[in-house]
């Protein structure tokens, strides 16, 4: 588990912003462990505090042009990009002071950020980083544009970002993917520009905003190409569109583990999907105080280690962790369930119950997982044969957490026999019997 990092001195910068063209200082100040992030707006009133993480303070602009932090009446615009270098360091505690409403939008890249933070020394601070893994995929989508955002893939560390960008210009019809680390947003997505198109930059001026913006900072694309500048990658515009959605996310003040999938998406609906990510981490959160077995040392395997055994996917992955397990042997394991599984919407609509083929579903995958984890069968599909002695004793309802306690009776070369229990609370709910085959 990596560590939570600040800075290591305090550094200070000043701009102009892009779109209100107002001129601030910032000052960035290292933070203690699980202090978190926090802006300050030292030039209002009582220095109102905005910290990533509570949503309250969360908003936007103009059609999605850029994210924004509130307090009350008094606003930070234009955050993205300065807290998506935060986000692409590593950085979870700082304290950012600002004297104006807008952060200076530089070269409209998140380059000098980066510049800025690594030269005021980057340091680890004793306690563990804090992070979200994705347990069930999310997406939003309006008007032709989604973004979504699914679990990990087995063997992946922290965010992979994948955006697609389709404009009618056709220096616009890009797309780009990364694993998002300290190295590869430095080098891939930190010097990635704002864009637009010529017509769209005019149609902001009109409005008000842009007061800031020039060709210098920001690539504008009329009929011809690129205005007074030039690419640094062919596929700029998407790489910001990468930037801005790490930064997004960041929002919620802590590191997510996931693979974003973006389509043509912006700040809005970027925004939209973390709602949906903080209503998913209190659903998971909400059913720990249940656990009543603590995972053996060394010997728990989270859900990016089991579908690296099995090949069930969601929607029909119904095994969270493995608390306990012997190779070839036995293992101990748990289902959450929430009122969001796809089941509950036929079965039944007035009375959410779990089907019980499902319970005897989720024991076969931690059957599979048991014997699949036999260095002598790696690669192998466990086929689910015959269910003997079948017994429901209690219905599973919503906020239920099923202990799953599965052992091998009989084992070998292409066939097992495995026994298998469900509890809920300590009571049993469902035993059976179950037969296994192995094929390629």
Request: glycine share 10%; hydrophobic share 45%.
């Amino acid at each position: 588990m990596s560590q939570q990092k600040t800075i290591a001195t305090e550094t200070s910068l000043a701009g102009r912003g892009l779109h209100t063209g107002h001129h601030v200082h910032l000052t960035f100040k290292p933070a203690t462990a699980d202090q978190g992030v926090s802006f300050i707006r030292i030039d209002a009133p009582g220095r109102p505090v905005m910290k990533l993480g509570d949503m309250s303070v969360i908003t936007g602009g103009d059609a999605g042009r850029y994210s924004a932090l509130k307090n009350g009446d008094v606003y930070i615009y234009t955050v993205e990009h300065l807290v998506s270098a935060l986000a692409g360091l590593g950085i979870d505690n700082l304290v950012i002071e600002i004297d104006g409403d807008e952060v200076p939008g530089f070269d409209g890249s998140a380059m000098e950020y980066v510049k800025a933070l690594k030269a005021a020394g980057i340091v680890e601070l004793a306690a563990s980083k804090k992070y979200f893994e994705i347990k069930e995929p999310i997406c939003v989508s309006r008007n032709g544009a989604s973004v979504m955002i699914a679990p990990a893939v087995a063997g992946a560390e922290g965010l992979t970002v994948s955006y697609a960008l389709e404009y009618s210009h056709p220096m616009l019809r890009h797309s780009v993917s990364l694993v998002v680390t300290p190295e590869s947003y430095e080098r891939d997505l930190a010097p990635c520009r704002t864009f637009c198109l010529k017509e769209e930059a005019d149609g902001l001026l009109a409005k008000g905003l842009g007061q800031g913006a020039s060709t210098d900072n920001t690539l504008v694309f009329d009929a011809q190409g690129v205005v007074g500048n030039k690419l640094r990658f062919h596929d700029e515009p998407a790489r910001h569109k990468a930037l801005d959605c790490v930064g997004d996310l960041y929002l919620l003040g802590f590191a997510i583990k996931g693979h974003v999938f973006a389509f043509k998406s912006g700040h809005q609906l970027n925004r939209e999907l973390l709602k949906k990510i903080v209503e998913q981490k209190a659903r998971y959160e909400a059913s720990r105080p249940y656990v009543n077995l603590e995972p053996k040392s060394g010997a728990a395997l989270d859900v990016r280690a089991i579908m690296n055994v099995i090949p069930h996917r969601y929607p029909f992955l119904l095994v969270d962790r493995i608390l306990e397990i012997e190779p070839g042997k036995r293992a101990v394991a748990v289902k959450n369930v929430t009122m969001n599984e796809a089941f509950f919407q036929g079965h039944f609509p007035v009375r959410p119950v779990m089907p019980g083929v499902l319970m005897i579903e989720a024991m076969a995958q931690v059957v599979g997982v048991v014997v699949l984890s036999n260095p002598a069968l790696a690669g192998k599909l466990a086929f689910f044969m015959s269910a003997d002695q079948v017994k429901f004793r209690k219905v599973v309802e919503p906020g239920d957490q099923v202990v799953m306690e599965v052992e091998i009776v009989k084992a070998r070369s292409r066939i097992a026999q495995a026994r298998g229990v469900c509890k809920v609370d300590g009571q049993i709910v469902c035993e059976a019997d179950m037969g296994f085959a192995f094929g390629d």
